[in-house]
């Protein structure tokens, strides 16, 4: 029986493999745990209480895919959420109570207010 010894890897040489095969490895562990490859942050719901005519928090900032559910708490004062500029939401009629949901697909600013009541603006940022 003859063995052969291999001659030694010249430097650096394991890690490159090293690095080149934890690539597909790590895509592989990606696929199992059922994220794709370079997925992003997931998608969230955040809650805008609408209350003593303002809405808290003014500013919700979600990643693209994510909702956000308007909760009606004013039960003698009635309001609606309508969306300004180009990019477009309403919720249906105005009313004391309930919630109104809308899932944000595009990154940008969605501005938006109450139309009943002028100095109530607020903002969704969507990255």
């Not at 490895?25 to 003593?52: E, H, Q, S, Y």
């Not at 309930?98 to 944000?104: E, H, K, L, N």
Request: glycine content about 8%; overall charge positive; charged content about 20%.
């Amino acid at each position: 029986m003859i063995r052969r010894s291999r001659s030694p890897a010249p430097p650096g040489m394991n890690r490159r493999r090293s690095r080149i095969s934890a690539l597909p490895l790590a895509a592989v562990a990606a696929l199992v745990a059922g994220v794709a490859p370079g997925a992003g942050v997931a998608a969230t719901t955040k809650r805008v209480v609408i209350k003593d005519i303002e809405f808290t928090p003014a500013t919700v900032s979600i990643s693209r895919g994510s909702k956000v559910t308007w909760l009606w708490r004013d039960a003698n004062v009635p309001h609606n959420v309508a969306s300004r500029g180009t990019k477009r939401f309403r919720s249906a009629g105005t009313k004391n109570t309930g919630s109104y949901t809308v899932t944000f697909k595009k990154a940008g600013t969605y501005r938006y207010v109450c139309t009943i009541h002028a100095n109530m603006r607020a903002k969704v940022v969507v990255r």
